[in-house]
């Protein structure tokens, strides 16, 4: 924890965006490390994380929200409420957007809603290293007439290129006050619920298509053995019986695969030895199912 006298300062900056648009990338960029999962297929960002950014005496706490798009099932209500909240008490809000595959109805209701937000407002064009510069400025102005942001940023989430610029901006944003969380402490998501999103990313990155949205990670127990390894169970839910099949491959292959790139993956970030057990279950009406709204983190949407 900081101990110093000097003024320290600690604020809360919502991340929003159009899905896909690389908030999840960015919050990792600007935290120094993963704590959001990242996916080329979008709305993969579900539970509402947080980063926690420290540049000298500032912390950054990174309100992680999912995609914001036009809901229809219950549980993509739950993702888009979570989203607004994660914009209510912030000290900045930043709006994410991916340059180059702009997702323009999906980020126009943003803008409206955005114009009657109080808050500092920062448009963050990502995605730079893929775009074409002259179509960056045009949109840099077209985005600007609508939104009235306090700053434009110009980055690459992916290289790095012009992230520790907009750190530095963030940081002056951020009120004077004590810090929240100890120095530390990168996200407030639990080991447990990390555990279960480096699974969930791994079930998306190794069957991509084959496995329709309908398709969860959910946490069974988190135990810390007297060895200081950690083993881990968890379950991955499925609607149908044929999705069983796909997720568990050949001879019980692809879940084999899935299950020793997410024990490499959680052992490189907690530093522990992993001991990972997974289990596929079938139950139908899952994305109805109201605990499994508070096991993601989310609120129950009616
Ligand atoms: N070329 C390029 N790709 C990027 C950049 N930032 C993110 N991406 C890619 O864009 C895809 C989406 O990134 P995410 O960070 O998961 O996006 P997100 O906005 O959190 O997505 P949702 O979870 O759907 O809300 C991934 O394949 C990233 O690797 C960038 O600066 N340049």
Same mark, same amino acid.
């Given at each position: 924890m900081?101990?110093?006298?000097?003024?320290?300062?600690?604020? =809360? =900056?919502?991340?929003?965006?159009a899905p896909n648009a690389g908030k999840s990338t960015l919050v990792n960029a600007l935290v120094g490390q993963k704590v959001a999962i990242t996916s080329p297929k979008a709305q993969t960002t579900r539970a509402r994380l947080l980063g926690i950014a420290l540049l000298e005496r500032t912390q950054m706490v990174l309100a992680d929200t999912p995609g914001i798009f036009a809901p229809k099932r219950r549980l993509d209500r739950a993702m888009v409420s979570a989203a607004w909240?994660? #914009?209510?008490? +912030? !000290?900045?809000?930043?709006?994410? &957007? !991916?340059?180059?595959? /702009?997702?323009?109805?999906?980020?126009?209701? /943003?803008?409206?809603?955005l114009a009657h937000r109080s808050?500092?407002?920062?448009? &963050? @064009?990502?995605? =730079? !290293?893929?775009?074409?510069?002259? +179509?960056?400025? &045009? /949109? #840099?102005?077209? @985005?600007a007439a609508k939104g009235n942001f306090d700053e434009i940023f110009f980055i690459s989430a992916l290289t790095g290129d012009g992230v520790p610029e907009l750190k530095a901006q963030l940081a002056g944003m951020m009120p004077e006050g004590p810090w929240?969380?100890?120095?530390?402490?990168?996200? !407030? +998501?639990?080991?447990?619920?990390? #555990? +279960?999103?480096v699974t969930r990313e791994q079930l998306y990155r190794q069957l991509r298509d084959e496995l329709p949205y309908d398709s969860a990670v959910r946490p069974e127990s988190y135990v810390e053995r007297?060895?200081?390894?950690?083993? &881990?169970?968890?379950?991955i839910v499925v609607g149908r019986d044929t999705q069983k099949a796909i997720v568990l491959g050949k001879g019980g292959s692809r879940i084999k695969a899935i299950g020793e790139a997410a024990?490499?993956?959680?052992?490189?970030? @907690?530093?522990?030895?992993?001991?990972?057990? /997974?289990? =596929?279950?079938?139950?139908?009406?899952?994305a109805e199912d109201r605990e499994f709204y508070e096991v993601l983190g989310l609120d129950w949407v009616k």
């Open positions: 900081n101990t110093d006298n000097t003024e320290t300062r600690c604020g =809360v =900056v919502a991340v929003i965006g909240e994660g #914009a209510e008490a +912030a !000290d900045a809000i930043m709006l994410v &957007v !991916d340059s180059v595959k /702009l997702r323009r109805h999906e980020l126009e209701p /943003l803008l409206e809603r808050e500092r407002k920062l448009l &963050v @064009l990502n995605k =730079v !290293d893929a775009a074409k510069k002259e +179509a960056l400025l &045009v /949109l #840099a102005q077209d @985005l929240l969380y100890p120095e530390d402490q990168v996200s !407030d +998501a639990s080991e447990r619920l990390l #555990a +279960a999103e007297p060895d200081g390894s950690v083993e &881990v169970r968890q379950q024990r490499n993956e959680l052992s490189e970030l @907690l530093g522990q030895k992993v001991h990972l057990f /997974l289990h =596929v279950k079938v139950e139908e009406n899952w």
